[in-house]
Nanobody
Framework: QVQLVESGGGLVQAGGSLRLSCAAS????????MGWYRQAPGKQRESVTT???????NYADSVKGRFTFSRDIAKNTMYLQMNDLKPEDTAVYYC???????????WGQGTQVTVSS
């Protein structure tokens, strides 16, 4: 059973920074893709950034140049560094991992990020 546990959300002023963490139970080599998604009130969940098994990283246009995805294989942890935050970045952020073996998607519990103007 795969578990993804997130941490690092909170309240920050516009222009500030936050780093989200997502710790996986077990080796990250089990995943063919990983990423971060977010869901704002009244909106659908959207992709923020994803990384494929080949190492290709994609970012939503709205976060390019401000957000950075990284991972520490030894710690089985992925990160989302968010800089120059804007009120429109306010959302619940979820980490995601897709099983290499079954293609099943796993999700973190979500962490609230609130950016005040």
């Amino acid at each position: 059973q795969v578990q993804l546990v997130e941490s690092g959300g909170g309240l920050v002023q516009a222009g500030g920074s936050l780093r989200l963490s997502c710790a996986a139970s077990g080796s990250m080599f089990r995943f063919v893709a990983m990423g971060w998604y977010r869901q704002a009130p009244g909106k659908q969940r959207e992709s923020v950034t994803t990384i494929t098994a080949g190492g290709s990283t994609n970012y939503a246009d709205s976060v390019k140049g401000r957000f950075t995805f990284s991972r520490d294989i030894a710690k089985n942890t992925m990160y989302l560094q968010m800089n120059d935050l804007k009120p429109e970045d306010t959302a619940v952020y979820y980490c995601n991992a897709k099983s290499r073996l079954t293609s099943q998607d796993y999700w973190g519990q979500g962490t609230q990020v609130t950016v005040s103007s």
